[in-house]
Nanobody, 120 residues
Framework: QVQLVESGGGLVQPGGSLRLSCAAS????????MCWYRQTPRAMRELVAT???????NYADSVKGRFTISRDNARNAVYLQMNSLNPDDTAVYYC??????????????WGQGTQVTVPS
């Protein structure tokens, strides 16, 4: 079983920055793509950013130029640097990882979520 634990959320003023972290642990053989999603009470879960195990990244149009996703394969960790935050970025942020465990079974794991609040 593979677990993901996020950290780094909080309250930040408009224009400010936050860095989210997510660490994977458990019986990990290999992690493929790692992603950050976000969700508000009124909306579906939105894909924010993706990074492959080779380091290629993609972003939602709403965060391009402001957010940067990165990963540390040695630590099984993924990060999201968020700059120029605005109230529309307020959401619960979730990390997601897909890969294979020691039994070569596929996993698709989610973290518990971390709240990011940017007041208007």
């Amino acid at each position: 079983q593979v677990q993901l634990v996020e950290s780094g959320g909080g309250l930040v003023q408009p224009g400010g920055s936050l860095r989210l972290s997510c660490a994977a642990s458990g019986s990990i053989h290999r992690i493929g793509p790692m992603c950050w999603y976000r969700q508000t009470p009124r909306a579906m879960r939105e894909l924010v950013a993706t990074i492959t195990d080779g380091g290629f990244s993609n972003y939602a149009d709403s965060v391009k130029g402001r957010f940067t996703i990165s990963r540390d394969n040695a630590r099984n960790a993924v990060y999201l640097q968020m700059n120029s935050l605005n109230p529309d970025d307020t959401a619960v942020y979730y990390c997601n990882a897909k890969g294979t465990d020691y039994t070569m079974h596929y996993f698709n794991s989610w973290g518990q979520g971390t709240q990011v609040t940017v007041p208007s």
